[in-house]
């Protein structure tokens, strides 16, 4: 069983330009949650996909966004970045919609010069 | 309300002891309880977890304390190793919220030698 795989593994970008990032879930998981982990602090929740449509969303600007695939593999994408965007994002993957169990990616490193 | 409220910050303990790390919600919405253990530069991975209608909760040398009334609860790891030298993560999640987890700020643990 393949577990959560998140793509790239660091990322270096300037203020106001725009990145996206990857995962693929877990095998079969339909759920994919996106955190942004600051360094120091507690993972921070983004939004949520199942079955390709969002299904919840954190205290984030409309500047991050995402998007599902039918394969449950999942994009965030942020426009016009910050410097306070540099953080570690982390992907999660759930065995099914409303499923509380939670499995981690490795993150993507994201630093904003 | 959303809050989960983690304590220590850090936490030194000697190898073979016990390590107690403790946290504390507000939201009686809460159901579930997962801990998380975080090396440098990796995911969170799920260790444990616990849901209300139990009072305890142990899978090896880790065991979940929860007590409903306080709204509180705590993990202990007996026997402490050095390879459990990571940071711990708290976390709750309800369905009301589309069961995305609330992160404590976690407690970085060292455990020596």
């Known amino acids: 069983e393949t577990g959560v795989t998140q793509s790239p593994t660091h990322l270096i970008k300037t203020r106001g330009q725009q990145v996206t990032l990857r995962c693929s879930s877990q095998?079969?998981?339909?759920?994919v949650s996106w955190y942004q982990q600051a360094l120091g602090q507690g993972p921070q929740f983004i939004f949520q996909?199942?079955?390709?449509?969002?299904?919840g969303r954190g205290n984030f600007p409309p500047r991050f966004s995402g998007l599902q695939f039918p394969n449950y593999s999942s994009e965030l994408n942020v426009n016009a970045l910050e410097l306070d965007d540099s953080a570690l994002y982390l992907c999660?993957?759930?065995?099914?919609?409303?499923?509380?169990?939670?499995?981690f990616g490795p993150g993507t490193r994201l630093t904003v010069l | 309300q959303q809050q989960v409220k983690q304590s220590p910050q850090s936490l030194i303990v000697q190898k073979g002891g016990i390590s107690i790390i403790n946290c504390a919600y507000e939201n009686t919405a809460f159901d579930y309880f997962p801990w998380y253990q975080q090396f440098p530069g990796k995911g969170p991975a799920l260790l444990i977890a616990i849901r209300p209608d139990v009072s305890e909760k142990k899978e090896g040398r880790f065991t979940i304390s929860f007590n409903k009334s306080a709204k509180q609860f705590s993990l202990h790891i007996m026997d402490s190793q050095p390879g459990d030298s990571a940071t711990y993560f708290c976390a709750a999640s309800t369905p009301e919220y589309g069961n995305k987890l609330v992160f404590g700020a976690g407690t970085i643990l060292r455990v020596k030698s």
């Open positions: 996909y199942y079955r390709e449509e969002e299904n």
């Open positions: 999660a993957s759930s065995p099914r919609g409303g499923s509380d169990e939670q499995f």
């Open positions: 095998s079969g998981h339909n759920t």
